[in-house]
C-alpha cells in the first residue's frame, strides 16, 4: 500500500510539473508560430530648416540658405517606412530623398559676396534599425539600434566681382552614423495613440539625432493615419553641407498586411 501511495504520488507530481509547463512551453510555441506582420507607411514631412553649404575650398566661405527656401524651392521628395514585426522583435527601414534649388537672391554668403548664385541641393537619409518590444502594455516601449546613412550633393554655379566668369563647382559626400534610441506608444482608446520617438547617433556625423511627437488614428485595423511634429540635426568638419538642423510637420498614412 505504501509503494502504491508513493508509486501515485509520484506520478501526481509529475503530471502537475508538466502543466505547470504547459503555458510557457504554450507561449513560446505562439510566439514561434507568430507570423510577419508588415506595415507601410509613405509620408510627406515639411521639414524648413537654415542650411549651411559649403562654397570653394575654404571652411569659411560658406552660403547661408534661409528657412523659407525649403518650402518655396523644393523640387522633389519623396519618403517611407517600411517596419516588420514578429513577436518582440522587428526591423524597420526608413527612407528620405529631397531635392531644391536656391538662387543667390535667396541666400546669404558667410564671407564672400556673390553676385551670382544658383545652388542645387538634393539629400538622402537612410535609417535602418532592429526593434525589440520592452514592454507590450498598456504603454508599447521599443529600444532600437541600427545605422542611419546620409548622403548630400550640391551643384553651384556662382561668380563675385572679382571673378566675374561664371564658375561651377560640384560636391558629393555620404556617410554612415551608429544609432541607438527609443519608441513609445501610448493608447488613449481605440483609436487613438501617441507616439513619441527619439535617437541618437555618431559616425561620419560628429553628432546627430531625432526626436518625433504626434498622434496615430487607427481609421480600420489595416490603415492608421499619423502626424506631428519632427526634427532631425546633424553636424559635420568636411562635407556639401556642414550642418543641418531639420523641423518641421508630418502626416501619412499605415497601411497593414
Not at 538662387?103 to 541641393?121: E, K, R, V
Amino acid at each position: 500500500m505504501k509503494a502504491l501511495t508513493r508509486s501515485n504520488l509520484s506520478k501526481a507530481v509529475g503530471l502537475a510539473g508538466c502543466l505547470a509547463c504547459l503555458p510557457a512551453a504554450a507561449q513560446v510555441a505562439e510566439s514561434d508560430n507568430a507570423s510577419w506582420a508588415l506595415e507601410f507607411t509613405p509620408y510627406l514631412w515639411a521639414s524648413v530648416s537654415p542650411l549651411r553649404v559649403d562654397v570653394g575650398k575654404r571652411p569659411s566661405n560658406g552660403v547661408e540658405v534661409p528657412v523659407s527656401v525649403f518650402s518655396t524651392n523644393l523640387d522633389f521628395a519623396i519618403m517611407g517606412t517600411l517596419e516588420a514585426r514578429k513577436g518582440r522583435w522587428g526591423a524597420l527601414v526608413d527612407a528620405q530623398y529631397v531635392k531644391l534649388g536656391v538662387t543667390g537672391s535667396q541666400a546669404t554668403a558667410t564671407l564672400t559676396p556673390f553676385s551670382n548664385l544658383d545652388i542645387s541641393y538634393s539629400q538622402q537619409i537612410w535609417t535602418f534599425a532592429g526593434l525589440y518590444r520592452l514592454t507590450d502594455g498598456p504603454v508599447a516601449v521599443d529600444l532600437l539600434g541600427g545605422a542611419r546613412y546620409l548622403y548630400a550633393k550640391t551643384d553651384t554655379e556662382f561668380s563675385t566681382a572679382f571673378l566675374p566668369v561664371t564658375a561651377g563647382q560640384e560636391r558629393n559626400k555620404g556617410w554612415w552614423d551608429g544609432i541607438v534610441g527609443v519608441r513609445a506608444l501610448v493608447p488613449i482608446d481605440a483609436k487613438w495613440a501617441l507616439l513619441g520617438y527619439l535617437d541618437a547617433g555618431a559616425g561620419g556625423s560628429k553628432f546627430s539625432y531625432q526626436a518625433i511627437v504626434g498622434a496615430n488614428y487607427a481609421y480600420s485595423p489595416q490603415t492608421v493615419f499619423k502626424f506631428g511634429y519632427r526634427y532631425f540635426s546633424f553636424e559635420r568638419d568636411d562635407a556639401p553641407v556642414i550642418k543641418a538642423s531639420l523641423g518641421g510637420l508630418y502626416g501619412g498614412v499605415g497601411f497593414r498586411f
